[in-house]
């Protein structure tokens, strides 16, 4: 095997390791970020390619619960206006 690639790995998962210790998380949130540096990214790098005031890349943890919660609220403006529309408002 390379020993650049698992070089890498082990980096990865020792920035893994780090960053659990020190952030709270749900099961579901660790599961999905547990899966994103078994994809070969690391817990500061995101795929939305989304930056912090001074221009890092957000933590991938940060973009995730963000783009849930808006999610989430679509999903709920969607149902109130389906029942805005069912009343006839």
């Not at 390791?17 to 709270?24: G, K, L, N, W």
């Not at 933590?59 to 783009?67: A, K």
Request: proline share 3%; net charge negative.
């Amino acid at each position: 095997m390379n020993p650049k690639i698992d070089e890498n790995a082990a980096r990865l998962l020792q920035d893994l390791y780090a960053y659990e210790r020190v952030t709270a998380m749900t099961p579901e949130e660790r599961d999905v970020l547990r899966k994103w540096v078994s994809e070969g990214n690391s817990v500061h790098e995101n795929a939305s390619m989304s930056v912090s005031e001074n221009g890092r890349p957000t933590n991938f943890l940060d973009v995730y619960r963000y783009e849930k919660e808006r999610l989430e609220a679509m999903r709920k403006r969607s149902r109130m206006e389906e029942k805005c529309n069912a009343k006839g408002e």
